[in-house]
């Protein structure tokens, strides 16, 4: 099983984003996809149980700790969505189990201000000290054509201890697709197969890992 954990320094970042598109991605690949939700919004869980029944369904609890004895032992890809703003303290029950470590972030100055100070936290953990936890960043709703993009990619690769594995585009599509219970891995269409590109750099590095 290959468990994915995904943690920030904010709320509005993408988390859920994240857990969901990759849940999609995997189940449509025909793996068994569990999600653990312990984030107080829930949107993950919410996300699982509103998947239709045309495509394959995703396995999602509601809270953190106590249910990680309740995924089922044939599970190949577990995400966990952790609360906005956890340390090291929030963490801890999931950092020996996770494979990866994905941080997302937002192409503001003041996002980037509090990425960085998180990621310095992150780094005094000791299994990623050591190595033992791969981490890395995704920068989120990005809008390559902007100025403001480029500068945040930019100063983001130059102060930050790990890698940028993945740049998306801000685009509506996730915000309409989560209300259906659906990813872009989802559809097959020419317009949803551009957004799907962005996100293979991000898988490539996760398979790397694992």
């Known amino acids: 099983m290959l468990t994915t954990l995904v943690a920030s320094s904010k709320g509005g970042c993408g ?8 849940a999609s991605h995997w189940a449509q690949a025909g793996q068994h996809t ?4 312990a984030d107080r919004q829930h ?3 919410h996300w699982a149980e509103l998947r239709p029944d045309n495509v394959p369904g995703v396995l999602a609890f ?3 700790r106590r249910n990680l004895q309740r995924v089922p032992a044939d599970t190949q890809q577990l995400l966990i969505d952790t609360p906005a703003g956890s340390g ?3 963490l801890e029950p999931y950092l020996e189990l996770a ?3 994905l941080v997302p972030v937002l192409p503001s100055s003041f996002d980037l201000d509090a990425t960085l100070r998180f990621l310095g936290e992150l780094q005094a953990i000791r299994r990623i ?7 890395a960043l995704v920068a989120n709703r990005l809008k390559p054509w902007t100025h403001a993009s480029q500068d945040a990619i930019t100063q983001l690769a130059g102060q930050s201890p790990f890698p940028i594995a993945a740049q998306l585009r801000d685009s509506q599509a996730y915000v309409l697709l989560a209300g259906l219970g659906k990813g872009i891995f989802d ?7 551009s957004h799907q590109q962005d996100w293979k750099a991000l898988l490539r590095w996760i398979k790397r890992q694992h």
């Open 15 to 22: 988390k859920s984003t994240l857990v969901t598109q990759l």
């Open 43 to 45: 949107s993950s869980f």
């Open 62 to 64: 509601d809270s953190g």
């Open 99 to 101: 494979d990866v470590l």
């Open 187 to 193: 559809y097959q269409s020419e317009q949803v197969r």
């Open 129 to 135: 000290r050591s190595g033992k936890l791969p981490v």
């Open 88 to 90: 090291e303290r929030e």
């Open 34 to 37: 569990a999600i653990i939700d």
